[in-house]
């Protein structure tokens, strides 16, 4: 699992910025994140289907707060009052393109 050197999070692009290394870096629209939720009521917890309607996120959404959440994922407060999915490195990770 790779852990960030940094985070920058980037309002006015709307875009979280992850630097893995030195040349390595991902840039993660806060859209796609807000999509990408793995919790339980974003995502089925038995079957894995994905309960929230990606075309549902609105296209401004912005992050109102990020927080570590121990040493492996990121906790989002979301401007659409979502705040229960934890995004782990290794999801942050396979995000990028």
Not at 16 to 30: K, T
Not at 72 to 85: E, I, M, N, P, Q
């Amino acid at each position: 699992m790779k852990t960030p050197q940094n985070l920058r999070v980037h309002r006015d692009a709307a875009v979280l910025e992850i630097i893995w290394a030195e040349n390595e870096v991902s840039r993660l629209p806060f859209r796609l994140l807000r999509q990408s939720c793995r919790c339980a009521m974003c995502i089925d917890e038995f079957t894995g289907r994905q309960i929230l309607d990606p075309n549902s996120v609105a296209e401004d959404i912005q992050i109102n707060d990020v927080s570590l959440t121990g040493n492996y994922a990121l906790k989002f407060v979301w401007s659409d009052k979502h705040d229960s999915g934890l995004y782990t490195w290794t999801h942050l990770h396979n995000l990028q393109p």
